[in-house]
């Protein structure tokens, strides 16, 4: 079963500022199978980024997301205060797998 | 406006049984992959289980730690999709998302959320 690491557990930055965002995967998988979510406190999570680039309806363009081999990466190019939050990336491959969530704070 | 409402959750003994519904509308409801995802107080999201449309076999599937002890079934005709879950343990204790895949961005993610259930599992 493939293991999805996200890293840094927790972002401290200022709004403005931009936020890189990494989900490693513990072996080869399609691109287009990797998925990002954002989760504010007390809500649902709700899609950000499928398919590993792109934007789902109603997502700014600050955010997006790349691929790389085993890695990738959601950037929010300047946060906004509304963007300070947990996100989750997931892969669907032989089962439905989440990262542990890195969580974005205001420094 | 697509929406997923769950309910059925509460406080339930160790060993009982549950059974959660989520009523969907704003979407084709037969053609979309239903699953369950859980997230235990102050933890991170956990798949729980998946049911496919029927034009995919209607099939199901479940994470290991509850393979056995939950069923996921679906009434189409109701637009709503169940999870019976039984031999609870402490370690179900958890807020329970009912989630929408649809075929418009292809199949794997979950493209909506209900607003999610609490189950809590205590003696």
């Known amino acids: 079963e493939v293991v999805l690491t996200q890293s840094p557990g927790t972002l401290s930055l200022s709004p403005g500022e931009r936020a890189t965002l990494s989900c490693r995967a513990s072996?080869?998988?399609?691109?287009?199978?990797l998925t990002w979510y954002q989760q504010k406190p007390g809500q649902a999570p709700r899609l950000l980024i499928y398919?590993?680039?792109s934007r789902a309806t109603g997502i700014p363009d600050r955010f997006s997301g790349s691929a790389s081999g085993t890695d990738f990466t959601l950037t929010i190019s300047r946060l906004e205060p509304e963007d300070f939050a947990v996100y989750y990336c997931?892969?669907?491959?032989?089962?439905?797998?989440f990262g542990q969530g890195t969580r974005v704070e205001i420094k | 406006e697509v929406q997923l409402v769950e309910s059925g959750g509460g406080l339930v003994k160790p060993g009982g049984s549950l059974r959660l519904s989520c009523a969907a509308s704003?979407?084709?409801?037969?053609?979309?992959?239903m699953s369950w995802v859980r997230q235990a107080p102050g933890k991170g999201l956990e798949w729980v289980g998946l049911?496919?449309?029927?034009?995919?076999?209607?099939?199901?599937d479940y994470a290991a730690p509850v393979k056995g002890r939950f069923t996921i079934s679906r009434d189409d005709s109701k637009n709503t999709v169940y999870l019976q879950m039984n031999s609870l343990k402490t370690e179900d204790t958890a807020v329970y998302y009912c989630?929408?895949?649809?075929?418009?961005?292809?199949?794997?993610?979950?493209?909506?959320w209900g607003q999610g259930t609490l189950v809590t599992v205590s003696s």
């Open positions: 989630t929408a895949d649809v075929p418009e961005l292809g199949h794997g993610e979950f493209d909506y």
């Open positions: 704003g979407f084709i409801f037969s053609n979309a992959w």
């Open positions: 049911i496919k449309s029927k034009a995919a076999g209607g099939t199901t």
């Open positions: 072996q080869s998988v399609s691109s287009s199978l």
């Open positions: 398919g590993a680039s």
């Open positions: 997931q892969l669907y491959g032989s089962s439905w797998t």
